[in-house]
């Protein structure tokens, strides 16, 4: 046994695992195995794993909802931490009631490892506005404020009710942050970069009616159901979306902005590689049919690339993050 495993032991226990397959635990069903795997359930643990693996100069990764990701086949050389804190609770609120109507903000903090449509379910019972349109987001928590994750019918961002985040820095010091710490952009946030990591986030709120609330999201629900694959292995979209700014240089239909529409009109619907296949349903989304490799995907993504890149003179940019060794 290593040094740096002995010390993650005598930190951790038994709940240090070794050589554990990644597949499983993402939506894409793809990836090999982790060298070190450690599941953290609280705050506490989450940070005392980041902390532990940066002194041991251990390569991590937090591993939550397991979506937009593609793990290599030879998997992850190091520790993954598996981020399952869970804890979702009303911090407060500011306002008034007037004429029985409640007005003003509540703010809903959230662990980063909570599963993001558990907390939206949770604010539409609670009769809170903000993240509705987002039911059917895959992932966790703090994934989706890694991706300022989007609904876009009509456009939305995680980020746009972002109020505070609690994080854990490069060199250890839990901190405190506001929203424009973040710096969102589209698919962005200042996270990607700064190797900041989140152990929780503050969201602001507002009162509203819960049957509302509740028909937003059945239509949100219902959108996703008639234009993505459903119930099946894939990781979400492949690739961005391009920039107004691009569909006007390469003259792309109407001037269209949509990957999917680009990936559909290069002929690429429905285009195979191994297990992996674009879905005929919205050609934005690659399907594992069911053992696609990692390396089944890069091909496929390559294919479309050069497809779109040829019909329409656009480099499509992956959305799908690549972890660990291909």
Not at 134 to 162: E, R
Not at 212 to 226: F, G, M, P, Q, T
Not at 255 to 277: R, W
Request: glycine share 10%.
């Amino acid at each position: 046994m290593t040094n740096d495993i002995k010390k993650l032991h005598e930190k951790f226990g038994a709940k240090v695992q070794e050589n554990v397959v990644l597949a499983p635990f993402t939506t894409f069903n793809i990836g090999g195995p982790a060298d070190y795997f450690l599941d953290t359930h609280s705050q506490d643990d989450l940070a005392q794993a980041i902390i532990s693996a940066r002194e041991l100069h251990l390569p991590f990764f937090i591993l939550g909802g397991g979506s937009n990701i593609l793990i290599g086949d030879k998997g992850f050389r190091g520790l993954v931490i598996r981020n399952t804190t869970h804890t979702i609770t009303i911090k407060g609120a500011k306002g008034a009631i007037s004429a029985g109507i409640k007005t003003g903000s509540v703010f809903v903090e959230a662990d980063s490892g909570v599963p993001f449509n558990l907390l939206v379910r949770f604010t539409i019972e609670e009769g809170l506005r903000g993240l509705e349109m987002h039911l059917g987001l895959p992932g966790s928590v703090g994934g989706a404020i890694f991706m300022n994750s989007k609904w876009m019918n009509p456009p939305s961002y995680v980020g746009d009710v972002l109020y505070q985040a609690r994080i854990i820095t490069p060199t250890n010091d839990i901190q405190t942050v506001a929203k424009e710490y973040f710096r969102f952009q589209y698919g962005k946030s200042i996270i990607q970069q700064s190797r900041d990591i989140i152990l929780s986030i503050v969201f602001e709120l507002h009162h509203a009616d819960k049957e509302a609330l509740w028909n937003i999201a059945n239509k949100s629900i219902e959108y996703r159901k008639n234009t993505q694959p459903q119930g099946i292995k894939t990781a979400g979209c492949i690739f961005k979306n391009i920039t107004p700014a691009d569909a006007i240089l390469a003259q792309t239909p109407n001037h269209t902005t949509s990957s999917g529409y680009l990936i559909d009109h290069a002929g690429c619907k429905e285009l195979a590689v191994g297990g992996a296949k674009v879905s005929p349903i919205h050609a934005n989304f690659i399907v594992n049919t069911g053992n696609a490799t990692a390396s089944d995907v890069l091909q496929l993504m390559s294919l479309i690339q050069e497809r779109v890149q040829k019909q329409f003179n656009v480099i499509m940019k992956e959305e799908v993050i690549r972890i660990g060794e291909f």
